[in-house]
């Protein structure tokens, strides 16, 4: 799979620029501030409908604009396929191949990219947050099942928390199992999806850990609690918990049970890389997890995803940079960098510059 083709209209400080992308390894370089990562994040965009940095789409569009406009030609296994995003004030319209599309599942997978910068270091560094978001996303990216469950699940998470605000509490315990019983059943099926897709990860992880880092240090990936085999299994474990927190989900005002509370072990040389590792080690970890996302999406779609590496090179010492260089052959990668030359030592690749929102020709 890869992005052939991506014009920027009026997106962030672009004005109107079309990237033409290799196959292989594309550098964006340029000084700070230019305009690199915003060209990332809109392919990160067109992959998954959403954006990176940034909770509101209007933060994309040019300063003084109303509108932006980003639109790719990509290529897989089924062929050519052209995707557009136009973002307005308060809304979006999606589209693939030229037809709308009202719901962001439709658009998810059409791309795939799996996102790597400096920032990544919280995967490891920072609290269940981040690593159910990379559970999420990750997943979503290969399942519409798995994206309509998490919907579904955080609709009726809502409404439960919003009943558990309520004063009244015969209507609370009255309505209470009513929510359970559908939550459950979201519940069971987004731990299931989450389990198997870790089984996958933890060995790819570990693999390219092992590589980066010369065989040296060991990483494994976990589920922080366990849940049983099989979704109906699941679905009964969670209904009793759900059933079981009503007196501390009445007191707290919100839902204290649940996959929204789920976590991801991280162990490098069986310690708590959260609270032991050295930064490096962490980064690397965190870069491993990517990679091995790479790895997974390969083999769950045949073809490799898009993996954009924005700003890493400067961050890994020289042997681990020249090992991310040689991992990536055989995809198509996007890499900003400030100085490409010395990021690369000589691989072959499609050196684009960028100054002030613009290609240099
Ligand atoms: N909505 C926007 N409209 C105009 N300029 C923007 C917008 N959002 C970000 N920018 C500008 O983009 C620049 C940063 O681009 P970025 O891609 O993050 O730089 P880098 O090349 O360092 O990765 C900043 O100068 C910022 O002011
Ligand atoms: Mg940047």
């Known amino acids: 799979m890869f992005i052939k083709k991506l014009r920027l209209e009026n997106f962030r400080n672009y004005a109107d620029e079309t990237f033409l992308f290799s196959e292989g390894l594309n550098v964006l370089a340029g000084r700070n501030a230019q305009g690199k990562?915003?060209?990332?994040?809109?392919?990160?965009?067109?992959?998954?409908?959403?954006?990176?940095?940034?909770?509101?789409?209007?933060?994309?569009?040019?300063r003084g604009e109303s509108s932006a406009r980003v639109t790719a030609e990509a290529e897989s296994l089924f062929g050519r396929v052209t995707l557009g995003a136009e973002i307005f004030e308060n809304r979006r319209e999606l589209t693939v191949n030229g037809n709308r599309v009202n719901r962001a599942v439709d658009f998810l997978g059409n791309l795939r990219s799996v996102f790597f910068s400096p920032g990544e270091l919280r995967l490891i560094q920072d609290g269940p947050d981040e690593r159910r978001r990379f559970l999420n996303l990750s997943i979503s990216q290969t399942s519409r099942a798995y994206c309509t469950a998490l919907q579904r699940y955080q609709r009726i998470l809502d409404q439960r928390n919003n009943l558990l605000k309520e004063r009244d509490l015969s209507l609370i315990r009255e309505t209470l199992p009513l929510w359970d019983e559908q939550l459950a059943k979201y519940a069971a099926?987004?731990?299931?999806?989450?389990?198997?897709?870790?089984?996958?990860?933890?060995?790819?992880?570990?693999?390219?850990?092992?590589?980066?880092?010369?065989?040296?240090?060991?990483?494994?990936?976990?589920?922080?609690?366990?849940?049983?085999?099989?979704?109906?299994?699941?679905?009964?474990?969670?209904?009793?918990e759900y059933h079981g927190s009503y007196e501390r989900d009445i007191r707290l005002g919100f839902t204290t049970v649940g996959p929204h509370r789920?976590?991801?072990?991280?162990?490098?040389?069986?310690?708590?890389?959260?609270?032991?590792?050295?930064?490096?080690?962490?980064?690397?970890?965190?870069?491993s997890m990517k990679l091995a996302e790479v790895e997974i999406f390969r083999a769950l779609t045949g073809e490799p995803p898009v993996l954009?590496?924005?700003?890493?090179?400067?961050?890994?010492?020289?042997?681990?940079?020249?090992?991310?260089?040689?991992?990536?052959?055989?995809?198509?990668?996007?890499?900003?960098?400030?100085?490409?030359?010395?990021?690369?030592?000589?691989?072959?690749?499609?050196?684009?510059r960028i100054q002030e929102g613009r290609i240099l020709k």
């Not at 809109?42 to 789409?57: E, P």
């Not at 040689?326 to 691989?347: K, S």
């Open 308 to 352: 954009i590496l924005d700003d890493v090179m400067s961050e890994l010492d020289l042997p681990r940079r020249k090992k991310l260089v040689a991992r990536v052959e055989g995809l198509q990668c996007i890499l900003t960098c400030t100085h490409a030359e010395r990021a690369l030592y000589g691989a072959e690749c499609n050196k684009i």
């Open 189 to 240: 099926r987004i731990v299931t999806a989450r389990r198997e897709y870790l089984k996958r990860l933890s060995p790819l992880a570990k693999e390219a850990h092992l590589f980066l880092t010369d065989g040296e240090e060991e990483l494994s990936l976990s589920f922080e609690r366990e849940y049983p085999d099989g979704e109906e299994e699941a679905e009964r474990v969670l209904l009793r």
């Open 262 to 287: 789920d976590d991801v072990r991280v162990l490098i040389g069986g310690q708590d890389a959260r609270a032991y590792a050295s930064q490096g080690q962490q980064r690397t970890a965190a870069l």
């Open 37 to 62: 990562t915003n060209c990332a994040e809109a392919v990160f965009y067109l992959c998954t409908g959403a954006s990176l940095r940034i909770r509101h789409d209007r933060q994309l569009i040019r």
